[in-house]
């Protein structure tokens, strides 16, 4: 810039000098006409700027500061490569300096926010290394291009540099938005946490947010924590109680699942399957100690592992090409980072006036984080500090975002969300027909399923522990139209009476139950009043003569609405849609109401063996080609635009 200066302004050359110095210093000392005594101006202005501009922009957060310093350092320098006047382009310089001063700590700041704590000191020693070779060959750059003639371009190359650096910083933001696990997100604020503690210093937290003086992370990534064992265990002792006990004839006071009759000889060995995420298997073990009994358990049942990942087809877990394709299977995500700004930008004020300092200031997705970790503490340690930091219609808020989140990644919202679950529907009808799995394409693993001791048939209990969402995409795939409906993304409060809600559906520890019933009656009788069964012929029934097989399915307790199956499914069969009870119904009141809640075995393996997997088109939906302009919104499912 000296030469440039002196080449192409006429600058006086004493004078040139302290120019340069003032794009450090952040003044010119009486715009360097007096050379004497302008020494002491060096790296004076850069501290001031770096002060000043950091406490204006407190609020503003990383991203958007360090963007506006760029966009106004390029706009000085536009005013150096547009005026031709020495005191102008001087000052003009001097305020480059200025506005320039906070984005290399800006910069540093938000790299080292964005990663875990294992890996911030790495990035943040590479982020600096990484300046400092472009400080070393910027000059020489600039030195050829002067030397070749190039001089009068300069503050172009400049500002071109700027805007460069300036898109960086957004892409930075938007992948740091494009998130979709939980840890990462909460990781990224506790590291934020660790810098303005160790930026600061002292107690840089105020009022409700005091605790994090001297908070220390204690959760891990992907663990099954020993709450989370016990729900598994008290889930599989409920089994027991209420299905085991009948399906299997218990004795009195029998406990546990019996390997063996009452005449002494073996039960068949019962298969459970599990994928290979430690967590997952994990909750099956859990859950085979309440059903089997917490002594040699292992030895009472065969586990199939299916691995996750890898390329292996598996049923267990979302496997589908298509759903990892950000274009396509992110819509949920870009669901809940449209919403969170909707309904927790007050709570990031709030949050933010409990900075004492505040020159590294909370965005949106920290307070998300805070919510999260919140969730994920409560369950760990039966508490969190971070609950109490919002209001109830934030936390309502919250629990939306999860819907979100959920219906359009893998439910009637996705263009994949009946090909996820679509290879379990299968699977599930072959065992209720008790024949193996017809030949498909979809990500059902044939080598396992073909083998009768990995999956066996015509047995009275099958048990799969898998993820929440293979749960919903279940759902999805058998066209349950109960579920379905447009999810808006407002400011507005959701409402409390939406059938889909996650926080229902898929809690913890949540159980998808499909069971057949016999009845002697094809047409069986309306109960009025619910009856307790204490042994399996109780009442004079009798299993050889019930022979009449209807399917219930139950989702957490509460009785899956079969009846609103899409299709010609309900107007052709309607005699098969027989009995109603009292069941829940997904509301916040709890109110209950009278749904159809059992559909004949026959009719439905038979529809839903042809028609799921044909409108679940799983090799387009998951392998093809395309883009969302042919999702018809709300369908679950993605067919070629003709």
Not at 417 to 442: D, F, S
Not at 455 to 474: A, R, W
Request: charged share 15%.
């Amino acid at each position: 810039m000296v030469s440039y200066m002196i080449g192409k302004r006429g600058s006086p050359e004493a004078a040139s000098r302290y120019q340069l110095s003032g794009v450090w210093g952040g003044q010119l000392d009486r715009f360097s006409f007096r050379v004497d005594d302008a020494d002491s101006s060096n790296f004076i202005g850069i501290a001031l700027g770096r002060v000043t501009l950091a406490y204006l922009g407190r609020n503003l957060g990383e991203k958007t500061f360090s963007i506006l310093l760029l966009a106004s350092a390029s706009g000085c320098l536009g005013v150096v490569w547009g005026v031709r006047s020495v005191p102008v382009d001087a000052v003009a310089l001097v305020l480059v300096g200025f506005f320039i001063g906070p984005v290399t700590p800006k910069v540093l700041s938000a790299v080292s926010t964005r990663v875990p704590p294992s890996l911030k000191s790495s990035v943040v020693s590479l982020t600096i290394g990484l300046g400092l070779i472009g400080s070393s060959v910027g000059p020489l750059i600039f030195g050829v291009v002067a030397g070749k003639g190039g001089l009068a371009s300069l503050p172009a190359v400049l500002i071109g540099a700027s805007v460069f650096t300036s898109s960086t910083v957004t892409e930075h933001g938007i992948q740091q938005l494009l998130t979709g696990e939980d840890g990462t997100n909460d990781e990224i604020l506790v590291a934020k946490l660790l810098n303005i503690s160790t930026t600061e210093g002292g107690a840089p937290f105020l009022g409700p947010l005091e605790f994090l003086n001297t908070y220390v992370y204690q959760l891990g990534l992907s663990l099954l924590v020993p709450s989370g064992s016990a729900m598994e265990y008290q889930s599989a002792a409920d089994f027991w109680n209420t299905r085991g006990r009948l399906l299997f004839n218990a004795t009195a006071g029998q406990a546990y699942y019996n390997a063996t009759y009452q005449n002494g000889s073996s039960r068949p060995t019962l298969v459970l399957r599990t994928t290979s995420q430690a967590r997952i298997l994990a909750s099956e073990q859990a859950w085979a100690a309440g059903f089997f009994g917490p002594t040699n358990t292992s030895a009472q049942y065969d586990l199939v592992e299916i691995k996750e990942g890898g390329g292996a087809n598996d049923t267990l877990a979302l496997d589908c090409v298509n759903s990892d394709v950000a274009a396509i299977g992110y819509t949920g995500d870009d669901a809940v980072f449209e919403f969170i700004p909707l309904y927790l930008q007050e709570a990031t004020e709030r949050m933010n006036n409990y900075l004492v300092n505040g020159a590294i200031s909370f965005n949106v997705n920290d307070t998300y984080a805070m919510q999260s970790i919140c969730t994920y503490e409560y369950a760990t340690f039966g508490d969190s500090e971070f609950c109490y930091l919002f209001t109830e219609q934030e936390w309502a808020g919250f629990e939306y975002s999860l819907d979100l989140e959920y219906y359009y990644d893998f439910s009637f919202g996705q263009a994949t969300g009946r090909a996820q679950g679509i290879g379990y529907v299968e699977e599930m009808i072959a065992r209720l027909k008790g024949k193996p799995v017809a030949a498909t394409n979809t990500n059902v693993n044939k080598t396992i399923d073909d083998d009768p001791a990995k999956f066996p048939i015509g047995e009275k209990l099958y048990m799969d522990m898998s993820h929440d969402d293979v749960q919903v995409s279940v759902i999805t795939a058998l066209g349950v139209k109960y579920f379905q409906g447009e999810l808006p993304i407002t400011a507005s409060a959701p409402s409390p009476s939406r059938p889909f809600r996650i926080s229902y559906m898929t809690p913890f520890a949540s159980r998808l139950n499909t069971e057949v019933i016999g009845c002697t009656s094809a047409s069986p009788l309306e109960l009025k009043k619910n009856k307790v069964l204490y042994s399996p012929n109780q009442n004079g029934y009798d299993p050889a003569l019930a022979t009449n097989k209807f399917i219930r399915m139950t989702w957490n307790g509460g009785v899956v609405p079969l009846a609103t199956i899409e299709g010609e499914y309900n107007d052709s069969t309607l005699s098969c849609l027989l009995l109603t009870e009292h069941c829940h119904r997904w509301s916040v009141r709890r109110s209950y109401r009278r749904i159809v809640s059992l559909v004949c075995l026959l009719v439905f393996t038979v529809y839903f063996q042809v028609n799921a997997s044909i409108t679940a088109n799983y090799d387009y939906a998951c392998t093809g080609n395309y883009t969302l302009d042919g999702f018809v919104a709300d369908s679950g499912t993605i067919f070629p635009i003709v």
